[in-house]
């Protein structure tokens, strides 16, 4: 039987429209609790160095509020660490992180930082939290990721959700070699209603996370809902007498 792959809601990009105007709507914990009763079966949220978007009260919310398992996302460095171990989410998705970049725009160098990798993934898994490495699809990468301690890679598609040559085939070779070290294996970034088929196919994901394209498209989804309650309401309010 074909095991149901599982999909992580990604909720970041409703702390970007919150924090736009600095105040508390939209809500990301309510949209997470709205994800998962439409079907998602866990919720990932990136806490990044720079607080961009998801804060710090943010987890605690998600983390107490939301039934469905956690994923943060985190770069790796000490002040991360101690915030997983306290928060204890159900898993850590340790990524790459630089200030000046719009989005994770590679894969962690897992080979090249294994020394600094060892030790947070120990103390990670410790508290009882999942360990996932977010890399490129890179035979180099994925042997590292195996030798490190993690439990799960999840294969950056950012390339592949650019179109570029090769990207699918590398995807498949790459999953099969991590489920081959014994690794279970996730995928994201950039998929879309246009790409995420051929990436869903592929038998050894286990999970894919999606978040960009979805908290986008819901706006087109829902917003012929939204105005018409706001016309509703405008035209509840002249047809009633005047106060
Ligand atoms: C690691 C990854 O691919 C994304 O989930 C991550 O959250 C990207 O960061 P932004 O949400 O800030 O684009
Ligand atoms: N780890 C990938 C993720 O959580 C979602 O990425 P995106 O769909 O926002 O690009």
Redesign the pocket.
Known sequence: MIQRQRLGV?I??VA?IRNARGGTHPDPVEAALLAVKAGADGI???L?EDR??IRDEDLNRLRTTVRAPLNM?MAATQEMVALACKLKPHAS?I?PERREE???EGGLDVAGQTAGLVPMIRKLRENGIRVSL?VDPDPEQIAASAAVGAVVV?L?T?AYAHGRDGELARLKVAASQAAGLGLEVHA???LSFGNVAPVAAIPEIVEL?I??FLIGQAIFDGLPAVVQEMRRLMDAARAAPAA
């Open positions: 990604n970041d990009h970007t990932t949220a990136h990044r961009r978007h996302e998705c990524v719009v989005t994770t977010f999840e950056h950012g994201g970034h950039g996370n978040g960009h």
